[in-house]
């Protein structure tokens, strides 16, 4: 199977609104298939004890399935993290895209973790949807169920748009159906975005670990999101 170099940024309204777990299931359902899918996490903030990278590492059973480029500690905005953390600690952008750059083209599909917003400030005057513009990646926005989904999301849609970033689908993330506006919220956004939108459903975790999560959601990731990334290798049944 071949891909061509596809490049999807998973990309969030917000932080917390489950970009890594959305990585994670999209990375191993595409290896699964036989595709050479690796993530890619610009910089992690908040570490330790936050590692998306070796989410989708624990998820994939793999080490080579992720890889994060720069590591900080404060949970902060990586522009404002890098500031404070100090010790002579410097984000310079043209590196983190030039960074980037090289371990996107390293493999057959590569998926970019945003990080927190498309807005948050990434690195000197430049914001984390500079970045995605910049590396000329497609984009699945991952985004709440429930109440308020439907301006953040939208806002979102558009700001992406504006960039000329092809946004493929949209993925309302621990999805319950337990209130109106949770059953009501995929068709609106649908008909205000143009876009397909597709559910991953909440998943008892009981206090399980972002790994734990993330396998649940790669059993039950819709294979329409698969094909949003690829759609050459999914006809209508799914892989």
Do not use: F
Request: a negative charge; hydrophobic letters at 40%; one cysteine or more.
């Amino acid at each position: 199977m071949s891909a061509n170099g596809t490049r999807i940024a998973v990309v969030g309204t917000d932080t917390g609104v489950g970009k890594t777990v959305v990585t994670a299931a999209l990375t191993a359902r595409l290896r699964e298939a036989g595709l050479e899918a690796r993530a890619v996490k610009p910089v992690q903030t908040g570490y330790p004890p936050d590692d998306d990278a070796r989410v989708v590492e624990r998820v994939c059973d793999d080490p080579d399935a992720a890889t994060c480029l720069r590591y900080l500690e404060p949970p902060l905005a990586p522009r404002v993290a890098a500031e404070r953390q100090g010790d002579d600690v410097s984000l310079d952008y043209e590196t983190v895209l030039a960074d980037c750059e090289r371990e996107l083209e390293a493999g057959e599909i590569a998926l970019l973790e945003g990080i927190g917003g498309l807005r948050v400030p990434l690195a000197d005057d430049r914001e984390v949807i500079d970045l995605v513009a910049d590396l000329d990646c497609a984009a699945i926005l991952v985004s709440r169920s429930g109440l308020g989904t439907l301006n953040h999301t939208a806002l979102s849609v558009d700001a992406l748009e504006r960039r000329g970033i092809d946004v493929r689908a949209i993925v309302l993330n621990e999805y319950a159906g337990e209130t109106v506006a949770e059953r009501t919220n995929p068709a609106e956004l649908e008909r205000m975005t143009g876009l397909p939108v597709e559910t991953v459903p909440r998943l008892e975790s009981d206090g399980a670990d972002s790994a734990t999560v993330a396998a649940g959601v790669r059993d039950s990731l819709p294979a329409a999101v698969l094909r949003w990334v690829v759609p050459s290798e999914w006809d209508n049944t799914g892989p």
